[in-house]
């Protein structure tokens, strides 16, 4: 069976390079290769255009068609699909990925060009459904599964468990991509080629504003098979730069330490970044990843008190945090990166003082090496399926007749919090505090600690809102 899978275009549909290549689509390609299917890749981000795009695919004659998308993009993405089914309509056309699973039924009666929805870990839900095509009948034995039946009714599979493992999977087939014309920020300033990787999926967390609670099952690849898929990666394609974008690659010590000792024992020279929990960091362990590569660690921190932290399920404490920057300043890594959101359930403008305040006494610790341009964090979005989205609904963030897969857009875009890139998601606000008073408050008390991107939003809010006011913005 041909097989094509598309990577979707940006927000904007405009052809960019500063992107990962992905790895959901490099799994699912190596399964449908390994079990004997011809499997070819658009990589849509690089053309932008949906039409461009479509004709691409076209050309590649698939009997199937695979794609997905994050929430912010999915507008393009799902523009994307319908022009794919203008040009192949014989073609049956399955997504997955976090957006579509947490709003499966609703893409399919709002986009009728899909066939299908893989909701969660797609490798063995593709695979079985690429064994049952072109036969439709079988399409409701397959866990995972929430597809429209030949009477047009949505039906909703019973849910496939997640994996209990990860070794027995086959390696990411990135011969497949174009990975020399990805440019997402490297690690190190003498590197040429990136590449994003995981050793680990899952994350125990339950943070009331991430999608990942589909995934919370934390599995680990063997240190030994991991490696070894860097040094094809380096081998391969002459990739000495890595993101590895484990949720926490610190959940476990024991994985951590097993993949920094094989690295050491092959005295293999990546350099890479990595995301962490700022609690009860062991100094040896990070002194351990610096000596293997590691050069920049970045914590999801979002707040600077325990209030906001308690309210967003953090399982964290503030107390927690200063303790762990303490322990990451005297490893000496070259970049600290820090995450931060302005603007979650319990916030209020004492809670943004005393997070600047805090954040302040973080930032001294680290100098230069301090990553972060602002100590103001953007404002929250709203992800399909998570909490927030529940409590955004009750605050009245979210129109009664709102579709994750129709258009929309943010009505306080003109706001200098809220990111173009994201201005087709909506944005969680209190009614106690909602977003234009967050605005003032940081104008007013915070404007030294604004970045000069923020500044300058802050200085063309005015003209954006008459643009839109206008109706040309």
């Given at each position: 069976?041909?097989?094509?899978?598309?990577?979707?275009?940006?927000?904007?549909?405009?052809?960019?390079?500063?992107?990962?290549?992905?790895?959901?689509?490099?799994?699912?390609?190596?399964?449908?290769?390994?079990?004997?299917?011809?499997?070819?890749?658009?990589?849509?981000?690089?053309?932008?255009?949906?039409?461009?795009?479509?004709?691409?695919?076209a050309m590649e004659n698939p009997d199937v068609?695979?794609?997905?998308?994050?929430?912010?993009?999915?507008?393009?993405?799902?523009?994307?699909?319908?022009?794919?089914?203008?040009?192949?309509?014989?073609?049956?056309?399955?997504?997955?990925?976090?957006?579509?699973?947490?709003?499966?039924?609703?893409?399919?009666?709002?986009?009728?060009?899909?066939?299908?929805?893989?909701?969660?870990?797609?490798?063995?839900?593709?695979?079985?459904?690429?064994?049952?095509?072109?036969?439709?009948?079988?399409?409701?034995?397959?866990?995972?599964?929430?597809?429209?039946?030949?009477?047009?009714?949505?039906?909703?599979?019973?849910?496939?468990?997640?994996?209990?493992?990860?070794?027995?999977?086959?390696?990411?087939?990135?011969?497949?991509?174009?990975?020399?014309?990805?440019?997402?920020?490297r690690v190190s300033d003498d590197s040429t080629?990136?590449?994003?990787?995981?050793?680990?999926?899952?994350?125990?967390?339950?943070?009331?504003?991430?999608?990942?609670?589909?995934?919370?099952?934390?599995?680990?690849?063997?240190?030994?098979?991991?490696?070894?898929?860097?040094?094809?990666?380096?081998?391969?394609?002459?990739?000495?730069?890595?993101?590895?974008?484990?949720?926490?690659?610190?959940?476990?010590?024991?994985?951590?330490?097993?993949?920094?000792?094989?690295l050491l024992k092959r005295n293999t020279k990546?350099?890479?970044?990595?995301?962490?929990?700022?609690?009860?960091?062991?100094?040896?362990?990070?002194?351990?990843?610096?000596?293997?590569?590691?050069?920049?660690?970045?914590?999801?921190?979002?707040?600077?008190?325990?209030?906001?932290?308690?309210?967003?399920?953090?399982?964290?404490?503030?107390?927690?945090?200063?303790?762990?920057?303490?322990?990451?300043?005297?490893?000496?890594?070259?970049?600290?990166?820090?995450?931060?959101?302005?603007?979650?359930?319990?916030?209020?403008?004492?809670?943004?003082?005393?997070?600047?305040?805090?954040?302040?006494?973080?930032?001294?610790?680290?100098?230069?090496?301090?990553?972060?341009?602002?100590?103001?964090?953007?404002?929250?979005?709203?992800?399909?399926?998570?909490?927030?989205?529940?409590?955004?609904?009750?605050?009245?963030?979210?129109?009664?007749?709102?579709?994750?897969?129709?258009?929309?857009?943010?009505?306080?875009?003109?706001?200098?919090?809220?990111?173009?890139?994201?201005?087709?998601?909506?944005?969680?606000?209190?009614?106690?505090?909602?977003?234009?008073?967050?605005?003032?408050?940081?104008?007013?008390?915070?404007?030294?600690?604004?970045?000069?991107?923020?500044?300058?939003?802050?200085?063309?809010?005015?003209?954006?809102?008459?643009?839109?006011?206008?109706?040309?913005?």
């Amino acid at each position: 069976m041909n097989v094509c899978l598309v990577t979707s275009p940006r927000f904007n549909c405009k052809p960019t390079h500063k992107a990962l290549a992905p790895s959901g689509l490099a799994f699912l390609a190596a399964v449908a290769r390994d079990a004997g299917h011809n499997v070819t890749v658009v990589e849509g981000v690089f053309l932008g255009n949906p039409k461009k795009i479509a004709r691409k695919v076209a050309m590649e004659n698939p009997d199937v068609v695979g794609t997905s998308t994050v929430t912010s993009d999915r507008l393009a993405g799902i523009a994307s699909i319908r022009e794919i089914r203008q040009a192949t309509p014989n073609a049956f056309i399955v997504v997955g990925g976090s957006h579509f699973s947490h709003s499966a039924e609703d893409a399919l009666r709002c986009v009728r060009e899909i066939d299908a929805v893989v909701v969660g870990e797609g490798e063995q839900t593709f695979l079985e459904l690429l064994e049952q095509l072109p036969n439709r009948d079988a399409l409701g034995e397959i866990p995972g599964l929430v597809f429209r039946d030949d009477n047009n009714q949505i039906v909703r599979n019973k849910p496939r468990q997640l994996m209990s493992e990860i070794n027995s999977l086959p390696r990411p087939a990135w011969d497949l991509f174009s990975l020399e014309q990805y440019s997402f920020p490297r690690v190190s300033d003498d590197s040429t080629e990136t590449a994003g990787v995981m050793t680990t999926r899952g994350c125990p967390q339950q943070c009331v504003f991430c999608a990942n609670s589909l995934n919370r099952k934390m599995r680990f690849l063997d240190p030994s098979l991991a490696v070894d898929q860097l040094e094809w990666l380096h081998n391969s394609f002459g990739i000495n730069d890595l993101h590895i974008y484990d949720d926490d690659f610190l959940t476990s010590k024991k994985h951590a330490v097993g993949l920094c000792e094989e690295l050491l024992k092959r005295n293999t020279k990546f350099s890479w970044w990595c995301n962490a929990r700022a609690k009860q960091l062991d100094i040896e362990v990070l002194k351990l990843m610096r000596k293997a590569g590691c050069k920049r660690i970045s914590f999801g921190v979002e707040t600077g008190t325990n209030k906001v932290l308690e309210a967003s399920k953090k399982n964290l404490t503030v107390e927690q945090i200063a303790e762990a920057m303490e322990t990451v300043s005297k490893v000496h890594f070259d970049k600290i990166g820090i995450f931060l959101i302005t603007g979650l359930p319990g916030e209020t403008t004492e809670t943004i003082d005393q997070t600047v305040k805090f954040l302040k006494t973080i930032r001294a610790l680290f100098g230069n090496s301090w990553q972060v341009g602002e100590l103001i964090g953007q404002s929250p979005l709203i992800f399909p399926g998570t909490e927030l989205e529940d409590i955004g609904r009750k605050e009245g963030c979210l129109p009664e007749n709102f579709s994750w897969n129709q258009p929309y857009l943010q009505p306080k875009r003109y706001l200098p919090l809220v990111n173009e890139r994201y201005q087709t998601v909506p944005h969680f606000e209190t009614r106690s505090l909602p977003l234009e008073d967050i605005c003032a408050h940081l104008k007013k008390w915070h404007w030294d600690e604004l970045s000069r991107g923020q500044k300058r939003h802050f200085r063309r809010a005015p003209l954006r809102r008459m643009k839109i006011a206008l109706g040309i913005g």
